[in-house]
Every structure is written in structure tokens, then in C-alpha cells.
């Protein structure tokens, strides 16, 4: 057991773990623990972010800044205020201009970065050198850069190509196409791939996490105190357990209907 | 199960029966394997990437008082994966003595922060050898060490603005403490005033440091994302926009074992592996039942 965990700590960490395998239950199926799990953190998310909004930014950018006789800072209050015509049908259209204020200021803002991130200087990072003499010296299966920078445009305008659907698939324009949508594919492998890496980590912090507690219910049991851990521990397994055993039978046969 | 099913699925060849299996048993199994082999004693090599490398490389090259801002822009979803890198590169500035500067522009992200911060501060308090270079103990001071901002409502015009002043969305410090009393502040006005940017983000946070810093005002920016995100950023590895990208668990393992601190990413490439087996047979087990019941199934 870790001597750092004090019996508060422990009952928090309890307390994530019987939310960890009530969300886990949904597996199975649905059942009121996982409902009891899901509407917490819904509801919890939306208190602290209440809370972390007003101290935050409301507090500090707004009702600091009128306390100090800024009033400067009375135009975007008002506009603030002006949101909350959307409430009453004659006067919604006034929230239209805060909304335009708003949406003019992050186009603005938003557009001339936006051209340069993703186009100009992604058709930069196209417009490279290949250095052909070292591509062929090295062999074309040797991984160099510009062998790299070679595939990059190939395939950039192989899946462009696939997107033309102005002439017909066909010949040698549809041959391209094939090498376009076959980079598309590569494209959606990888990030298949890499979706399920981050579905499986998720999985794996859980079963480290449960396994922290574990260690702390039942580790040492040899330490003072810790037989309360051990008791909190087992209490909570079998009484999960022993809900959803009763759940099963409550809602065995019946449709979702049946139950509402 | 009424005796009519029975007596259908009876009649089902192997191959239907496979496309017809119920995917707890996939649920079941895959959780199996995954409990299993986290406890066999097992270590799996986890080769650097060039982008993680140039991470590390940049964190290692920084002097002690030299100051990074540190990006913790990810809820407790992506704790999983993203947790790993922020400990990683914390407690290698924390090791260092680089001055690292944090937000958090993720709304449930003040908690990731603070519980990375707590946990780093605790550790950074022991003796440790990292890549044969012995640090000792020190204390992690707040407001000379690290800064911490919290959050701040609208990242993009936040992020805009402390290109031009950290003080304008951000007059006081996540405890409340005006920003012009604290010690690593000092000299702080603007992104001039640090060495690089390093945002760990599970959200779309990332593409307004993208465009608001690095391109607007020419940050050095390194990101560390999760595993879904990361294919959608490489291209700005190839534009030079940023200097280096951790990706997922994997990323994060790269970055442990290059700081030669295993934490819970390494401790799970192990099971990773095994998982990404199991999922792979899935995959070639439904395909066999999808095409040797193709032709019963007239298509």
C-alpha cells in the first residue's frame, strides 16, 4: 500500500474506480450504474466549467476590469447582453449584431492564416528538389528524401486527380485516379491504425489505474489500517456486481419499451 | 433465446455463425488480452521517430533559465495518452532548471495541469539519473520555477494576444497572483520572451497555435496529440510549421524512453502490441466469414 495515501485519498480513488467499471458495464449492456456514471460526468463537466468560466475569464477580463473604472470594457458586456435576445422572438434580431461583430473579427483574423497554413505553405512544402542522381545512386527503394518527397507528389496529385470528376474515369486519367484513391486508402489506414492505438491506450490507463487501486485495497495487507481498504475494496466489487446481477434479472425479457 | 432461433442458428454454417457473433464476445476477449499481458514481465523496444527526437533534442539543448510555454490544452479523455508527455517534458525542464510557463486553454484542463504539476514537484524532490546524468533532489518553487496561468475562455484570441502580451487575458496567474509579482514573469512579455511553444492537445486547440502562434507570430511550436489526431498534422511537419509531433501512446513512449524516464506509456507498449494482435485476427477472422459467405448471400 502506498503510506502516501491517506484513507480520503483512497475513498476518491474508490470512488473513480466504481465510476471506471460502471462505464465499463455499458459493454455488457445498458444498465443504471452506467447511467448513474454517465449523467455525473455530464453533470459535473458542465458545473466546473461554470465555475472555471466565471473565475476564470468572466471574472478577471470583465467584472475586474468595470470594478476599476475601464469603460471600455462596457461594449463587449453590452454585446454580451445583446446574445440573450435570441430568447425573445421580437427582438432575436438584434443578436445578429454581436454575432456579426464576432464572426467578422475571427474571419478576419482567421482567413489570412488559414491560407497560409494550409495551402501556401503546404504547396510550398510540395515544390521540393529532387535530387535525382542521389535518388537513382541510392536505389529507388532506399529510403531517402527525396524518394519521400517523390511519393508526396505522386500522391498529391494522384488523390486531386480522383477528385476531378469533371472528364471520365478512364485510360490512362483513370489509371492515375486509381493510384489516387489508392493513396486515399493509405491515408485512412493510417489514421484507422492510429485511432485504434489511441482506443487500446485508453483501455490500458484504465486497467493501470484499476490495478493502482488494487495494489492500495489489497497490497499489503500486513499494514496497520489497511483491512478497511481491503473491506471498502470487496464491498464495492461485489456490491457492483451484485446490482447488475439483479439488473439481469429485473430486465430479463423485456424490451427497452417494456422498461420505460 | 426462443427455440425457433436455436433451431435457425443450428442450421447456420460455421463461417455464418462467425458474422453473426455477438460483439461482446470481441469486447470480452479483447479485454482479456489486454489485463493478461499487462502482467507479464515483458519490454518492448520503442525506437525514437525523428519528430519525437527533435523534441527532446530542443527540450536538452535549452539552458538552465531559459523559459518554454507549456500547453496542457486536454481533458480527462485524453488523459491516457497525453498525460505521459506532459510528466515527460515537465520533469525534464523541472531537472534542467528551464523556467516553463503553463496554460491551459481546455476547459477541463486546469485539473490535468495541476495534477501534472503536483505529481512532477513531488518527484523532481528526489535524486534521479537520467541518461547517466545524476540530478539531485531540488525543490520546485511555484512563480520561480514554473508559472502556472490556468484557463481562459476563446483560445484563439487568447493565444492571439499573448503574441502581443501575456498580460492581456492573462493579469493574474491560475491561484490568483498578479503576474507582474511573479519572479519567472518578470522579463515575460510576449512569445519573444520564450523559447518554444510545446502544445499537448486532445482537441482543436492545437490548430489556433498553429495559426495564431506559429504562423502569425513565428513560435517555435512542437506538439504532442492524440492518437486520432496525429495523422491530420504531419503535413506540417513537411511545411516546417512545426518542429516536431508526438503521436498517441506511442508517441509518448518514444519520448520516456529518449528521457530515459519509463513511465505508464512505456509500461503499456507491452500490451499494445499484444491488443494490436488480437485486433488483427479479429479483422482476418470477420473478413473470412464476410468472404466465404458471400456466395449464400448472392453477391
Known amino acids: 500500500m502506498n503510506p502516501l495515501l491517506s484513507f480520503g485519498d483512497y475513498l476518491w480513488m474508490t470512488f473513480a474506480a466504481f465510476l471506471t467499471l460502471a462505464t465499463f458495464s455499458f459493454l455488457y449492456k445498458d444498465n443504471p450504474l452506467y447511467k448513474f456514471a454517465e449523467h455525473l460526468v455530464v453533470g459535473v463537466s458542465a458545473g466546473y466549467f461554470v465555475i472555471i468560466l466565471y473565475y476564470g475569464s468572466l471574472k478577471t477580463q470583465l467584472v475586474e476590469k468595470l470594478i476599476n473604472h475601464e469603460w471600455v470594457y462596457l461594449i463587449p458586456l453590452v454585446l454580451g447582453v445583446l446574445m440573450w435576445t435570441r430568447f425573445n422572438k421580437k427582438l432575436s434580431w438584434v443578436s445578429r449584431y454581436p454575432i456579426a461583430i464576432y464572426i467578422g473579427i475571427a474571419t478576419g483574423l482567421a482567413i489570412p492564416l488559414e491560407m497560409q497554413t494550409k495551402v501556401t505553405e503546404q504547396l510550398e512544402a510540395m515544390m521540393v528538389y529532387i535530387q535525382w542522381n542521389d535518388l537513382l545512386a541510392g536505389g529507388f527503394w532506399n529510403y531517402t528524401n527525396s524518394f519521400a518527397a517523390l511519393l508526396v507528389i505522386i500522391g498529391t496529385l494522384a488523390a486531386l486527380i480522383y477528385f476531378y470528376f469533371s472528364k471520365e474515369h478512364k485510360g490512362w486519367f483513370g489509371g492515375v485516379a486509381t493510384v489516387g484513391i489508392w493513396t486515399l486508402m493509405l491515408g485512412f489506414g493510417a489514421s484507422f491504425g492510429a485511432t485504434v492505438m489511441a482506443r487500446i491506450s485508453l483501455l490500458i490507463n484504465r486497467v493501470q489505474f484499476l490495478d493502482q487501486w488494487r495494489i492500495n485495497s489489497v497490497g499489503s495487507v500486513h499494514q496497520e489500517g489497511s483491512g478497511s481498504y481491503t473491506a471498502i475494496y470487496w464491498v464495492v466489487l461485489l456490491g457492483m456486481l451484485g446490482l447488475l446481477v439483479v439488473d439481469l434479472i429485473r430486465t430479463k425479457g423485456k424490451t427497452e419499451t417494456d422498461l420505460n | ?299
Not at chain 2, 453473426?20 to 482479456?32: I, K, N, P, T, Y
Not at chain 2, 518514444?254 to 499484444?274: F, H, I, R, T
Open chain 2, 1 to 299: 433465446m426462443s427455440n425457433n432461433q436455436t433451431n435457425n442458428n443450428s442450421n447456420l454454417s460455421f463461417l455464418e455463425r462467425l458474422m453473426l457473433l455477438d460483439r461482446r464476445w470481441v469486447f470480452l476477449v479483447l479485454a482479456l488480452v489486454v489485463v493478461s499481458t499487462y502482467y507479464i514481465p515483458m519490454k518492448v523496444p520503442v525506437p525514437a521517430s525523428t519528430e519525437v527526437r527533435s523534441i527532446y533534442d530542443a527540450v536538452e539543448g535549452l539552458k538552465e533559465g531559459d523559459k518554454i510555454l507549456l500547453a496542457i490544452d486536454y481533458d480527462p479523455n485524453a488523459l491516457a495518452e497525453l498525460h505521459p508527455m506532459t510528466y515527460a517534458i515537465l520533469e525534464q525542464c523541472f531537472r534542467k532548471k528551464v523556467g516553463v510557463i503553463i496554460t491551459s486553454l481546455s476547459q477541463n484542463g486546469p485539473g490535468m495541469a495541476e495534477q501534472a504539476i503536483l505529481d512532477i514537484v513531488d518527484s523532481t524532490a528526489l535524486p534521479r539519473t537520467y541518461n547517466g546524468v545524476s540530478y539531485p533532489g531540488r525543490e520546485i518553487i511555484n512563480g520561480v520555477d514554473y508559472c502556472f496561468l490556468g484557463y481562459r475562455a476563446y483560445f484563439e484570441l487568447v493565444i492571439t494576444g499573448m503574441g502581443q502580451n501575456f498580460r492581456t487575458f492573462y493579469s493574474r496567474d491560475y491561484y490568483d497572483v498578479l503576474l507582474d509579482s511573479i519572479p519567472i514573469m518578470k522579463d515575460v512579455q510576449n512569445y519573444d520572451d520564450i523559447e518554444m511553444v510545446i502544445d499537448i492537445s486532445g482537441s482543436n486547440v492545437v490548430d489556433a497555435w498553429i495559426k495564431y502562434a506559429a504562423a502569425r507570430y513565428d513560435v517555435k511550436l512542437a506538439l504532442g496529440l492524440t492518437g486520432v489526431m496525429m495523422t491530420d498534422y504531419y503535413p506540417y511537419l513537411g511545411s516546417g510549421r512545426i518542429f516536431g509531433l508526438m503521436g498517441g501512446l506511442l508517441g509518448a513512449a518514444e519520448y520516456e524512453s529518449l528521457a530515459d524516464n519509463p513511465g505508464l506509456a512505456m509500461d503499456g507498449m507491452k500490451v499494445q502490441v499484444w491488443a494490436h494482435i488480437t485486433i488483427i485476427l479479429f479483422i482476418l477472422i470477420a473478413n473470412i466469414g464476410y468472404f466465404g459467405t458471400r456466395k449464400k448471400r448472392g453477391l
